[in-house]
């Protein structure tokens, strides 16, 4: 078994594209979502049925509620069968002032957006602004033609 399989089975991602083109890590949503369905082990579609159905995100159309369900879902997995998603949320009810940085963690092995931008981004100087058209070319370098449409 190859090890690209063996960490997609643990719950990585290695699709090219990523929710980061056109969201952030949607951290507020994770939170009012791990608060609004309890406990460590519910299934997947708990979580879906609480975006889209009871509306604990509060967005305003169905649309939305689906498609954040779908943004979700991609940079977390929402699914206690994948072992990251477990790791999560193990360590998620267990230190509330690292919940940030366990999102950071779980997404970055979720969406390639974000892993091909984390050397451009860690390269900066602390306080320093990212300019956009050297993170263009810096995305561009790595898969070139991917982001075709978002970059222009």
Known sequence: MGSEKILTELGFSFKKSGV????????????LLLEYVPGNSPAKQEYIDAIQNDNCLSKPTGVTRKLTASFLVNLYGLDTSLPLFRALLY???????????????????????LRDSAPYVLEMG??????????????EKLNPDRLTGWIH
Not at 20 to 31: A, G, N, P, Q
Not at 102 to 108: D, I
Not at 133 to 139: A, D, F, I, K, N
């Open 20 to 31: 980061h083109t056109k969201r952030t890590m949607m951290l507020k949503e994770l939170t």
């Open 91 to 113: 360590f998620w009810h267990r230190d509330t002032a690292g919940q940030p940085l366990f999102a950071l963690l779980s997404s970055y092995v979720r969406d390639g957006v």
């Open 126 to 139: 602390l306080g320093e602004t990212a300019i956009k058209e050297p993170l263009e070319r810096h995305m």
